[in-house]
Each structure stands twice: as structure tokens, then as C-alpha cells.
């Protein structure tokens, strides 16, 4: 699977007047969510392990760095950009300690290379520390193979992206998604809105009210669609990918059947409940 014009996309979402510090560290770090996807806090290691396995698939880890994580060039439909990889993960694992994959993950910051680019840190912050562990417990099961990827080398008109702020380093986006979250709907919708915060928010924004432009000519609308879809329909989108009214709903189509299939039959529901439920609140003044 492939979403390279990600990049692009990165590229227009930012491109308001958002003041963008390339070299910056975050300045707080994000309080690691209470809540778990299902299997997180199993008392079997092994149980634990293939729950990490689950989440590399909802949360992308497969798509963006192929299913054997061997990596890719992202963006060879944006060739202009330069040459940015997901990487081979499988040989830089080992050159990492947790503490430098969990830093890198939640930050969006390497230990040798600083900035990261693309990586949806924004939102992998978000995990809790037993999804997190999990997570670490199954890439260290990986086997190195395939060839090494390159470091990114970007061309000068994304250098200029860089410096003008239309192209911000994952650092830059990590910073905003802590401020701007999924609304509380209470103790019932924690792990519904838990669910939402780590995955649909990726492409959705930090608060889920949509991103302009998401991709070329396409925005990714505010959740509050979901209003308009029944629960079976919603199970559809987020089991095989198709939409209510459109069955090729692009990229969408692609998480739904590739990320979102994963989720248990509970995370599933809880989500479905807590966009719903968001849907239906009392709308405060809202900025847009
Ligand atoms: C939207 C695409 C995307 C997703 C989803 C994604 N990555 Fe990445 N990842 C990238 C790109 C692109 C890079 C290279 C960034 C750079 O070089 O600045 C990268 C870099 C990395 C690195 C640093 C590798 C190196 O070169 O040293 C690690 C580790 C990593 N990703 C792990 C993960 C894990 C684990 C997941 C899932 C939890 C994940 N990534 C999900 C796109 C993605
Ligand atoms: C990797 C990016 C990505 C992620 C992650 C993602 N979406 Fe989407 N989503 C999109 C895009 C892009 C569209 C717009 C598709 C279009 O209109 O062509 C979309 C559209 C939608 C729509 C509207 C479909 C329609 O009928 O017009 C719904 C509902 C939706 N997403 C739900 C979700 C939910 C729920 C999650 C989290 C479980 C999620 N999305 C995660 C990219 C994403």
C-alpha cells in the first residue's frame, strides 16, 4: 500500500502562516494515555507481542514501511520533493535502545538524523505506555533483511518548502496535536475517544474537525459525517473500506481495509459510540 502524496499534502496543510522551528524539541511531553487498545496489559508475552503485531497495522506502520517493513521511497509520485523513505525499519531497529524508538516515536525526532519527516508522531504520542511497550516488544521480534535505505536528501524546492513553513518537520505537528485533541465525552467514551485519538486523527486533525486540503484537491472531512452513517455502515468503512455513498473513497478506502480491519469487535464499537456520540453534542462556538 501506498499514500506517498502524503507529502504534498503535508506540504499544503501547512501552508497558513503557522510559524514553523525546525530544530525545535517539544517542550512538554505529552501525558501517556490511562486507556489501551485490547491486549495492551496481557499477562502473556507472547499475547503481547502479536497485540504490538495488531497495532503496526492499525497504525500504519505496514502501509507507510511496507507489510515487511522493509520500507520504501514515499514519495515516487512526488519525485520533485527529493527522495524521502520510509525506512527499512528491520535494519535500523537494532541500531536503536527502546528509550531512542519510544523518543522517536512519540517525538518525532531521530537520534542521529534530529527532525523526522512525514512519521505521524502527532498522533503516536498518544499511545499508552503498555500499547507503546507492545509495540516495541513486537518490532524487536523482526529480522533484519533487505537492503538499508537512505538517509532523506530533499530537493532544494522542499528545502524551500521547508524554510518558507509549508513543509514542517513531524516535531512542528506533534507540538499542535497536544492542544488540539477530541473532545471529552466522559468516562463512557474514553476508549471510543482513545481509539479515535490514535488513528482517525492521523488525517482527520488533532480534534477531528477535518483537514482542508488534505491531499491534493481532496479534504478530509470532520468526523461529524459519521452522524450521517448508520453503525452498520460505519462497521463496513472501517472492516472492508467501502463508503456509504462512494465505495472508492481513496486513501480512506485503503485505512479502512488495511488499518482499521484490525481493530477488535469492542475497539470498533467503542469508536463508532464516541463518533457518534461527538456528532451529536451541543455544537460550541467552534473556529471554523
Ligand atoms: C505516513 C507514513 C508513515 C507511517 C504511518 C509510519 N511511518 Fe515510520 N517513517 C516514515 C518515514 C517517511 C520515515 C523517514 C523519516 C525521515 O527520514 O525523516 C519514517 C521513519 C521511521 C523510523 C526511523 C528510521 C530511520 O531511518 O532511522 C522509525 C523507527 C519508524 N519510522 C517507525 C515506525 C513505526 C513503528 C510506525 C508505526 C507505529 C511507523 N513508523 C509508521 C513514514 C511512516
Ligand atoms: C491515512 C488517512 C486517513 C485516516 C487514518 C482516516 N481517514 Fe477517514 N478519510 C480520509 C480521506 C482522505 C477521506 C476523504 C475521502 C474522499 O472524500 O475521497 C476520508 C473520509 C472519511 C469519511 C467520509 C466518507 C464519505 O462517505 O465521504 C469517514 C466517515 C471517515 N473518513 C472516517 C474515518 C474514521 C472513523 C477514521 C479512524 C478510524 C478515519 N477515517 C481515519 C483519510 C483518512
Not at 26 to 53: M, N, Q, W, Y
Not at 80 to 93: C, D, F, P, Q
Request: net charge negative; glycine share 8%; hydrophobic share 40%.
Amino acid at each position: 500500500m501506498r499514500y506517498t502524496i502524503i507529502l504534498l499534502a503535508v506540504a499544503s496543510l501547512s501552508a497558513c502562516d503557522r510559524k514553523i522551528e525546525p530544530t525545535a524539541a517539544p517542550d512538554t511531553v505529552a501525558v501517556p494515555a490511562a486507556l489501551s487498545f485490547d491486549g495492551a496489559e496481557s499477562s502473556d508475552p507472547t499475547e503481547r507481542i502479536a497485540h504490538g503485531e495488531r497495532l503496526s497495522h492499525i497504525l500504519g506502520c505496514t502501509g507507510c514501511h511496507k507489510p515487511n517493513l522493509e520500507g520504501q521511497w514515499f514519495n515516487d509520485d512526488a519525485p520533485e520533493m527529493g527522495k524521502l523513505y520510509a525506512s527499512n525499519l528491520t535494519r535500523v531497529l537494532p541500531t536503536m535502545s527502546d528509550a531512542q524508538l519510544e523518543t522517536l516515536l512519540r517525538e518525532g525526532t531521530h537520534p542521529t538524523r534530529g527532525d523526522l519527516w512525514i512519521m505521524p508522531s502527532e498522533v503516536f504520542q498518544r499511545l499508552s505506555e503498555a500499547d507503546m511497550a507492545a509495540l516495541i516488544a513486537h518490532l524487536r521480534t523482526v529480522k533484519p533483511s533487505g537492503a538499508p535505505t537512505p538517509a532523506p536528501a530533499m530537493s532544494a524546492m522542499a528545502k524551500a518548502a521547508v524554510a518558507s513553513g509549508k513543509f514542517k518537520p513531524v516535531s512542528a505537528s506533534v507540538a499542535e496535536y497536544r492542544t488540539t485533541t477530541p473532545p471529552d465525552l466522559g468516562e463512557g467514551h474514553a476508549f471510543g475517544r482513545y481509539i479515535a485519538a490514535t488513528t482517525c486523527a492521523e488525517c482527520h486533525g488533532g480534534d477531528l474537525t477535518g483537514v482542508p486540503d488534505f491531499l491534493p484537491g481532496v479534504n478530509t472531512p470532520d468526523l461529524d459525517i459519521a452522524g450521517a452513517y448508520s453503525d452498520a455502515e460505519l462497521v463496513t468503512l472501517l472492516t472492508t473500506g467501502k463508503g456509504k455513498t462512494r465505495a472508492d473513497l481513496g486513501l480512506m478506502t485503503l485505512v479502512g481495509k488495511g488499518h482499521f480491519s484490525h481493530l477488535t469487535g469492542r475497539e470498533r464499537s467503542a469508536l463508532i459510540a464516541y463518533l457518534k456520540a461527538r456528532a451529536d453534542r451541543p455544537q460550541p462556538a467552534r473556529a471554523n
